[in-house]
């Protein structure tokens, strides 16, 4: 599979009415695929499973990652983070 290394920031709307941004979900925003898409994101620390359900609007970043998500791999005090992600491959 192919992956891709790059910097990750993160956002925490938590909008009420909005599941897809809630704060105890890991989603994240991608300019690179698609809405639905499920992703691995990790670090050296650890890696999660992220669903895209936005697209990034920042240049500098490859993915904006819920606070859960984030919070999985680093401190939000950190910002950003550097992350390999590669798409998520269910077994059939």
Known sequence: LKSQKGIASWYDYGLPGYPNYSK???TCASRDYPKGTLLIVGNTENEVICRVNDYVVNPNVILDLSSHA???L????KGLI???????EQEK
Request: net charge negative; aromatic share 12%; hydrophobic share 40%.
């Open 24 to 26: 105890e979900h890991d």
């Open 70 to 72: 984030f919070q999985q």
């Open 74 to 77: 680093a401190p939000l005090s």
């Open 82 to 88: 550097v992350v390999v992600i590669q798409k998520y």
